[in-house]
């Protein structure tokens, strides 16, 4: 597939912000990266490749008032990643939402692309990242008809991401060359690795 970014009508995205950034010590979605925030960073790959944008789960939605976006508090606290998850499908209207992490500032321009292609040759309704042999859970697409599912598994008092998206028969596209993109960036020292490859040359989809 190209690697010209290509708008897809169908579908719609949230940047999942929520998480303590206990490890980091800092909110990770206000991390500079080359002078800007880690999220601006996000919105603006992410509007490069779907029509609409939103954030869900942001702990202070005051401090993203300036990107000019739809910021959704989570609807039910303390559920994870996949209360957020929840919370933008809620407000999504669109067929699909794409959804990726605040945790690190580089997507391919065909993140959009790829991923859908994946869940509809696979005819799956969830489609996420596997990177070098390890699920990247939260880089994901999803069809907004698995809400009530998902709203249920969180009734259920339910947080962890795969045990949901395997009884929903998600399934896993294999994206190993994708530079710098879906490297979980948690801790000050993954922090400054990641500054430090993309210093070198290691972020080829920027």
Not at 140 to 147: G, H, P, T, Y
Request: hydrophobic share 50%.
């Amino acid at each position: 597939m190209s690697g010209v970014p290509l708008i897809l009508p169908e579908v719609q995205a949230a940047i999942l912000a929520g998480g303590e950034s206990r490890r980091m010590g800092r909110p990770k979605l206000l991390l500079d990266f080359r002078g800007n925030s880690f999220i601006a960073h996000l919105l603006l790959q992410l509007q490069q490749q779907v029509n609409s944008v939103m954030i869900a789960g942001a702990p202070d939605p005051r401090q993203l008032a300036d990107l000019g976006i739809d910021v959704l508090p989570d609807a039910v606290a303390d559920c994870g990643p996949l209360g957020g998850m929840a919370t933008a499908l809620a407000h999504a209207r669109r067929d699909w939402l794409l959804v990726a992490p605040c945790d690190n500032p580089v997507l391919p321009p065909d993140y959009a692309a790829r991923l859908l292609q994946a869940a509809r040759e696979r005819q799956a309704a969830l489609a996420y990242v596997r990177k070098q042999g390890r699920e990247q859970p939260l880089y994901a697409i999803v069809r907004r008809e698995l809400l009530a599912s998902l709203q249920a598994y969180l009734a259920g008092g339910a947080r962890k991401v795969l045990p949901w998206y395997e009884s929903v028969g998600a399934v896993a596209l294999d994206w190993d060359d994708a530079g710098l993109a879906f490297t979980n960036i948690n801790t000050p020292d993954e922090y400054a690795a990641f500054l430090a490859a993309a210093q070198a040359g290691g972020s080829a989809v920027l």
